[in-house]
């Protein structure tokens, strides 16, 4: 399947509009005709599961924090948040973003945590 199935499937039930503005959302890293396989669901994108995601063959990440919320100034591998950001593209894994939408969708983490 593509990521854009994926997508337009997760949309379906966590769609983009229920995002307050300002959010981070959407497809922050790869691309909609990227062939997926295995997703994984994280909260934050760390080096541990970038490594996680890359032992596993993970193709898509779908995350509630984004990787990129202030503009990036350079890709510096020395620099730790820039090795993560290296490691997904080396290794072809998208990263898809649904921060407050999955919070207020109903069955969302509102829910959850309630």
């Given at each position: 399947m593509l990521a854009s199935e994926v997508i337009k499937r997760y949309e379906a039930f966590c769609p983009q509009e229920f995002s307050m503005e300002?959010?981070?959302r959407g497809l922050q890293i790869g691309t909609l005709d990227k062939g997926i396989q295995r997703v994984m669901v994280a909260l934050d994108i760390r080096e541990e599961t970038v490594a996680e995601a890359i032992e596993k063959g993970v193709d898509l990440i779908i995350v509630k924090h984004a990787p990129i919320f202030r503009p990036i100034k350079d890709?510096?591998?020395?620099?730790p948040q820039n090795q993560i950001y290296i490691d997904l593209i080396k290794?072809?894994?998208?990263?898809?973003?649904s921060h407050t939408n999955i919070d207020i969708v109903e069955n969302g983490l509102n829910d959850w945590f309630c």
């Open positions: 300002g959010d981070s890709l510096v591998a020395s620099r290794h072809d894994i998208a990263v898809y973003v």
